[in-house]
Every structure is written in structure tokens, then in C-alpha cells.
């Protein structure tokens, strides 16, 4: 069987690219031979490469991607990643694009109960077809090349994040800047590649405004990012929504404190107070990050749970094994 994995700018440091290139390397050990081809903002491919499986990630990047290739796809997968259910099935522009690519999908695949009942709400008629299956974590080796150095004394918090303004960056430097006045001591790191011009003109200017405790390093090599996870002492996500954010996921891996905003998909991820903190508003935000400052010991009791709940319930979690069992059903009834 071969597998044909469609995603959004494969090229880019992205969530997707993270998560489509785990899945073609987990088939890869189960023997299923995999390609995947990426979806660009200046796509001129007109045909895919022969497949047993097509599956798509994102439903209206795929959906607009599909209709214009010169052969009609008549069976396919499509993973929801977070902004077609978050935003674009609740722009008019995009909606009937979102409900067409889940409504024609053989499956729908999601990575939390909280997405399956969003989805399901907005378009019951696909209920029956959409599967939850749980996002694994990548397992990262520390080592002594990495392409940033903390500084000593310090406290760091750390935002893995492609600049775009769903991912609402200047939040975490205005949230920040505050304690920065009270603790002189406390560094944030922005870690992501470029991926909207106009954002990064916003972030660019506060981070010139606030040089002296801000850094932004650009993308890193997803290999060299537990490098990074090492020296944190806190992960933080500031996204107006998500999916299920590949970085939080890796954070708790390391076993780190996360501090992120409250959505879907990081609920879906972290419980206020048990595996990390979740915030409302910039009091929360203010009040839990200097809870983390100020008590390693409250850093370590998280961090340990939030290892604790990835391993449980994202470590080896069968995520290729389950996607196998859908690419089958497919391929046998079309036999």
C-alpha cells in the first residue's frame, strides 16, 4: 500500500509539517510506503503521484487544493488541524469549502473529542465518519549544538510559534514586559519562522522595544528543538485557538510547566492547575507566571504531571496503527 500525505507548505517549520512527517516515518516502520506533497500558496501541481491512500491535512487547504487538480479525487482522508475548524468553517468565504471536504471524505480524523463535537455541531451530517485519534509526541536527544545558549541566572520562557497573528505574539511580550519590570531576570525566546509579513513588522517592533529581555532566534531544526525545551523553564502558547499544538505536547514531554491560553485545543491538552496553567485574560496570565517564577517547586510538581499525562495518553499512542486500520477499510471496499 502507498500512501499519499497532502499537506500545507511542507517546507515551512509548521505544526502540520511536524505532524505529517511523524506519521509518514511511524508507516514507514509498519512498512507502508509513503509521499508527501506540499501545498503551496503558488501550487502548480495538476496531478498527485500515484496512490493507494490519498489523505489531506487541513480540510479547506486540501479541498481548494483538490479542485484544482486535473484528476477528480474520488476517495480520500482529511485531517481538521485547527485553523479550517477554528477559523476558516466560520469565515463565509471559506465555510462551504470546510463542509464540502469533510461531507466528500471517506473519514474525517481529529486529535480531541473537543474538535470531534465542534465539527459535529457545525456539520452533523459527517457524525458518523469522523475518528478521534490522539496526536503521538517525538521523542528528542539533547545534545550540545544547539543554536541557542540561556543565560545564566535567568528565567526563560520559551514560545515556539510561526509569527502570524492567530498565534497572538505580542501578547506574550506585553504580558511579559510587566514582570520584566519586577524581575529584571525573566527572558522569553521566540522560536518560528516568518510566516505573515505584517505580523512580523508588530513583533519585530517590540521586540526592538524590548531587546534587552527578548530574542527571537528564527526557525530551528525540529531535531534541535529539545535543545531548547532543555534549557526553558517555562513553554508558553498565547494562540487565540488551535488544534493541538505539537509544541505544548513536546513541552510536557520535556517536562516542562506550560502556560497557554484558553482554547480548544490546548483544554484538550492541559488542565488548569494539574498539567499546567490555562488563562483567561491578562490577570490570569500575570498571576500564573509569577506563580512560575517565583516557585520552582510548583514548576516541578507540573512539569512532572504534564510528562506524566503525554506519556499516558501521547507516547507510542498507536497513531499510525490507527490511521492503517482507516487506510484499509478504505482500500479494501474499493476492491
Do not use: C
Request: net charge negative; charged share 25%.
Amino acid at each position: 500500500m502507498k500512501v499519499i500525505l497532502v499537506t500545507p507548505n511542507f517546507h515551512q517549520q509548521r505544526g502540520n509539517t511536524i505532524t505529517v512527517q511523524r506519521i509518514a516515518d511511524k508507516l514507514s516502520e509498519l512498512k507502508i510506503r509513503t509521499e508527501v506533497v506540499s501545498i503551496t500558496e503558488e501550487n502548480n501541481i495538476k496531478t498527485l503521484p500515484h496512490g493507494d491512500i490519498i489523505h489531506g491535512f487541513n480540510a479547506y487547504r486540501f479541498y481548494k487544493f483538490k479542485e484544482e487538480l486535473a484528476t477528480e479525487i474520488n476517495q480520500y482522508v482529511v485531517t481538521i488541524t485547527g485553523t479550517d475548524l477554528n477559523h476558516d468553517l466560520f469565515d463565509q468565504n471559506k465555510r462551504s469549502d470546510v463542509v464540502q471536504s469533510v461531507i466528500k471524505a471517506e473519514f474525517v480524523h481529529v486529535f480531541s473529542d473537543e474538535a470531534k463535537q465542534l465539527l459535529i455541531r457545525e456539520v452533523p451530517s459527517v457524525s458518523k465518519k469522523v475518528v478521534i485519534i490522539p496526536q503521538d509526541t517525538d521523542e528528542f536527544v539533547v545534545d550540545t549544538s544547539s543554536p541557542f545558549k540561556k543565560e545564566e541566572k535567568t528565567s526563560l520562557f520559551v514560545l515556539p510559534a510561526g509569527i502570524r497573528q492567530v498565534k497572538n505574539i505580542p501578547f506574550a511580550i506585553n504580558g511579559l514586559k510587566r514582570l520584566h519590570e519586577e524581575f529584571p531576570f525573566i527572558r522569553l525566546l521566540l522560536v518560528g519562522p516568518i510566516l505573515e509579513d505584517k505580523e512580523w513588522q508588530k513583533v519585530k517592533t517590540l521586540i526592538d522595544e524590548n531587546q534587552q529581555w527578548v530574542q527571537y532566534i528564527g526557525e530551528v531544526p525540529h531535531q534541535k528543538m529539545g535543545t531548547i525545551y532543555h534549557q526553558a523553564d517555562v513553554l508558553l502558547n498565547t494562540s487565540y485557538t488551535e488544534g493541538q499544538s505539537t509544541a505544548i505536547m513536546e513541552g510536557m514531554a520535556s517536562e516542562l510547566p506550560v502556560l497557554v491560553s484558553n482554547n480548544n485545543g490546548n483544554r484538550s491538552l492541559v488542565s488548569n492547575g494539574l498539567t499546567g496553567f490555562v488563562y483567561e485574560n491578562i490577570f490570569d496570565f500575570y498571576d500564573y507566571a509569577k506563580q512560575l517564577i517565583l516557585n520552582p517547586n510548583k514548576r516541578r510538581e507540573l512539569g512532572k504531571a504534564a510528562k506524566q499525562y503525554i506519556t499516558k495518553h501521547h507516547t507510542n499512542s498507536n497513531e499510525a496503527m490507527s490511521l492503517l486500520e482507516i487506510y484499509n477499510h478504505i482500500y479494501n471496499e474499493s476492491k
